[in-house]
């Protein structure tokens, strides 16, 4: 019997180097993967999505008018990050079990598809998802701050006016309290922190790609990502807190394993700052922007790393 | 990677390259948590040639579906040696000219029969008007014209395995590999398929069958071997294989009965035993298909054959 491996002294035999990756290959998996998820009616959240901002909108009676403007931010971001999570963990856990479980993966891997393609691409189905359905979220919040937004500004000169009691009021004070309005209105900044929510979700679904080529289960995979995402948004109070509390080398390791296998997510948490009228910089949505890849990058060759010689 | 690459694009393959090679091939699976080797295949050798129907039979968990799983690069061999076409069959490469229809196969139910097609199409590089020319062509060689816009999730299991055959064949490969492709289909739908094997012989394509069917692996392959525990017990031409050396056999039609009684005498006189004598039997397989065909309505009288 030849006692030599099939593949001995060679690269693992289903490795292709990245340029080799064909990029219409990847379209045509990363579309199965986005048809796959919308025929699965993931969309009808959007209508949860509208009707809650909708409520939100009408109840501007309980604000103050700036308030409400930050509220209808507020509550629309956090709907979208709730939403993008979810989608991040539950659309990604499904694929890669689901495709083996039903062999669909030994007909798509036995045609010339490199491993790395099929992972990109349904990777990239997922980001497709997300892109598409914070495109629509965000996008209808804009048109309801941009509806709001006059009748805040109204409301603004009405204080000032009252405030004035009677006296003359100047163009430049009324100026400013448009401004005021502007402030907490419309920016390129809401772009960033949509952005950002992006980002951290394609982070998060990378994480969960990984999880699955090792998990046996989506069930599995849908719990440890979450986790991964819960212990990801600690990452700061894990090294305060190892910083802190001299909690001797078993602890020190114990917070700095954590703090090296966790991705930060806590990094793309720019929202908050970004709806109460700061701005980001560009030179930080750059950041931001290398963090992400680079975390999805990281991931993605991880779970590479796993399934090239995984047994099907 | 170059390297390996360039080595790829010498390989141009020949008439002597066999479509299939597998050299003293060793798969042993280590469950996890379990120190226990469970070996799957053991020292298995065989090759299948260009344009020949290669039967592969064996019992449930004898090395059938991963000796196939190794060919298409699905798992890797512990040991041992498998070519496609002169190409390492762990490459990526080797499986440009394969096509692979599982047992039991599943496609995204989300999808129709037609988009399936197109999927596959697109994954082995056929695209625009070469992919639109070859959809309905292969929707019409298996019979699914009619179901080509329903979701598969409502396809019956003989439906799933012929649009499995079609996706296996989508990209006109050298080498198809069947994994019991009549598994749960009717007779109907099995004779179909048979027929699909045998034209794809007859075009010169390569055929590895794994099937439970031992009926339609004589009746459509050249050769075949049976796997026991893993191991390579018999191998060779279907021919060479069933025929019993010992025993010969006629066929006599329009004989009187004192014939029959003649052979014997004859048969007992050169110190022969007569093993068997009697009609010739049909087998169940034609009998099922003649009786359940769709007759065109009869106009001279009702037949009974």
New interface residues.
């Given amino acids: 019997m030849t006692e030599t491996h099939a593949n001995a002294g060679t690269a693992p035999a289903h490795v292709v180097p990245v340029w080799e990756v064909s990029p219409i290959r990847l379209w045509v998996l990363a579309r199965a993967t986005f048809v796959q998820l919308v025929r699965m009616k993931v969309f009808y959240f959007l209508l949860i999505f509208v009707a809650l901002v909708l409520v939100v909108a009408a109840a501007g009676l309980f604000w103050l008018p700036t308030e409400h403007l930050i509220a209808i931010k507020r509550w629309s971001f956090g709907a979208m990050y709730l939403f993008t999570m979810v989608y991040s963990i539950s659309a990604t856990a499904l694929l890669l079990p689901r495709d083996l479980e039903d062999r669909t993966l030994y007909t798509i891997l036995s045609k010339p598809v490199p491993r790395i393609e099929y992972l990109i691409g349904r990777l990239c189905g997922v980001l497709l998802l997300n892109a598409v359905a914070l495109a629509a979220m965000f996008l209808a919040m804009c048109l309801l701050v941009a509806w709001k937004m006059p009748a805040v500004e109204q409301q603004l000169v009405q204080q000032l006016l009252h405030g004035a009691a009677g006296e003359a009021v100047s163009l430049n004070e009324v100026n400013q309290a448009k401004a005021e309005a502007a402030r907490y209105g419309l920016s390129t900044s809401l772009l960033w922190a949509v952005w950002a929510l992006y980002l951290k979700a394609s982070v998060v679904s990378a994480v969960t790609l990984f999880i699955s080529t090792i998990a046996s289960s989506s069930l599995f995979t849908i719990v440890s990502s979450a986790m991964v995402v819960f212990i990801g948004h600690f990452h700061q109070l894990i090294l305060d807190f190892w910083k802190v509390n001299e909690t001797g080398w078993f602890g020190g390791l114990i917070g700095r394993l954590l703090v090296i296998v966790f991705p930060n997510l806590s990094l793309f948490d720019v929202v908050d700052e970004v709806i109460t009228g700061t701005s980001l910089s560009f030179g930080a949505g750059l950041q931001l922007t290398g963090m992400g890849l680079f975390y999805v990058a990281l991931f993605v060759l991880v779970a590479q790393l796993v399934f090239v010689d995984k047994e099907l | 990677?170059?390297r390996?690459?360039s080595s790829e694009s010498l390989q141009v393959p020949n008439e002597a390259t066999p479509a299939v090679l597998v050299?003293?091939l060793?798969k042993v699976?280590q469950p996890s948590l379990s120190r226990q080797k469970v070996p799957a295949v053991v020292?298995l050798s065989f090759r299948v040639g260009q344009g020949e129907v290669y039967g592969l039979i064996g019992p449930n968990g004898s090395g059938k579906s991963t000796t196939m799983?190794?060919i298409?690069?699905?798992?890797?061999?512990?040991?041992?040696?498998?070519e496609v076409f002169g190409i390492?069959?762990?490459?990526?490469?080797s499986?440009?000219d394969?096509?692979?229809?599982?047992e039991?196969?599943?496609?995204?139910k989300?999808?129709t029969g037609r988009e399936t097609l197109e999927?596959?199409g697109?994954?082995?590089?056929i695209?625009g008007a070469q992919l639109r020319e070859r959809v309905p062509e292969l929707l019409a060689l298996v019979g699914l014209e009619s179901a080509a816009g329903r979701p598969i999730a409502g396809y019956s299991k003989g439906m799933l395995q012929r649009i499995?055959l079609a996706?296996?064949i989508v990209?006109r490969p050298r080498l198809v590999?069947l994994d019991e492709p009549t598994a749960g289909v009717d007779p109907r739908g099995s004779r179909h398929i048979r027929d699909l094997i045998l034209q794809m012989k007859a075009e010169g394509t390569s055929v590895i069958l794994s099937s439970h069917l031992l009926e339609q692996v004589q009746e459509v392959c050249d050769r075949a071997g049976i796997i026991y525990k893993g191991r390579m017990v018999l191998e060779g031409r279907l021919e060479d294989l069933t025929q019993l050396q010992q025993q010969m056999e006629y066929v006599v039609e329009g004989g009187p009965p004192e014939l029959a009684a003649e052979i014997q005498t004859l048969v007992e006189r050169a110190g022969a035993k007569l093993v068997s004598a009697g009609h010739p039997r049909t087998t169940l397989e034609k009998l099922f298909l003649e009786s359940t065909e769709d007759k065109e309505p009869a106009t001279g009288g009702t037949r009974h054959d």
């Fill in positions: 990677m170059e390996r690459k050299e003293h060793t699976f020292d799983k190794v298409l690069g699905l798992v890797q061999a512990t040991s041992g040696r498998t390492d069959s762990g490459k990526v490469g499986r440009r394969v096509g692979f229809l599982p039991n196969p599943y496609f995204y989300h999808m999927f596959y697109k994954l082995c590089g695209h499995g996706q296996a990209h590999v």
